[in-house]
């Protein structure tokens, strides 16, 4: 149930924002996820359905943003986005390492009343 866990972060986060600025309701939650997350769309919007009723989240949309994923060479330190599954590096065909960009999952912004 890891996306139950991370979509209790996302509403909590996302209420304490509202709150800072003195919303009352939220309508809106942008999300960035990167394409290596193993982050699930469809399942963070069914739990946060679920999780939000009786919250001024409730009945927010969920904004999904993705974020191409990143390597980096491991022999001339060139960071590039792979081509289906060549994990080559496009200047010397050196061999590709994953890094951290494209496993990102954190709120980018929110849309409030
Ligand atoms: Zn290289």
Same mark, same amino acid.
């Given at each position: /149930?890891? #996306?139950?866990?991370?979509? *209790?972060?996302?509403?909590?986060? @996302?209420?304490?924002?509202?709150?800072?600025? !003195?919303?009352?309701?939220?309508?809106?939650?942008?999300?960035?996820?990167?394409?290596?997350?193993?982050?699930?769309?469809?399942?963070?919007?069914?739990?946060?359905?679920?999780?939000?009723?009786?919250? /001024?989240? #409730?009945?927010?949309?969920? *904004?999904?943003?993705?974020?191409? @994923?990143?390597?980096?060479?491991?022999?001339? !330190?060139?960071?590039?986005?792979?081509?289906?599954?060549?994990?080559?590096?496009?200047?010397?065909?050196?061999?590709?390492?994953?890094?951290?960009?494209?496993?990102?999952?954190?709120?980018?912004?929110?849309?409030?009343?």
């Amino acid at each position: /149930m890891h #996306e139950l866990t991370v979509t *209790q972060n996302v509403l909590d986060i @996302a209420i304490e924002h509202a709150r800072q600025g !003195g919303a009352t309701r939220i309508t809106r939650i942008n999300l960035v996820i990167g394409e290596m997350s193993s982050i699930i769309d469809d399942s963070v919007q069914f739990y946060f359905d679920f999780i939000s009723k009786g919250t /001024m989240a #409730e009945g927010a949309e969920l *904004q999904f943003r993705r974020i191409p @994923a990143q390597f980096r060479c491991s022999e001339c !330190g060139q960071m590039f986005t792979p081509e289906g599954d060549d994990y080559r590096c496009p200047r010397c065909a050196g061999l590709g390492i994953v890094t951290d960009v494209g496993s990102e999952f954190y709120v980018e912004s929110i849309e409030v009343d």
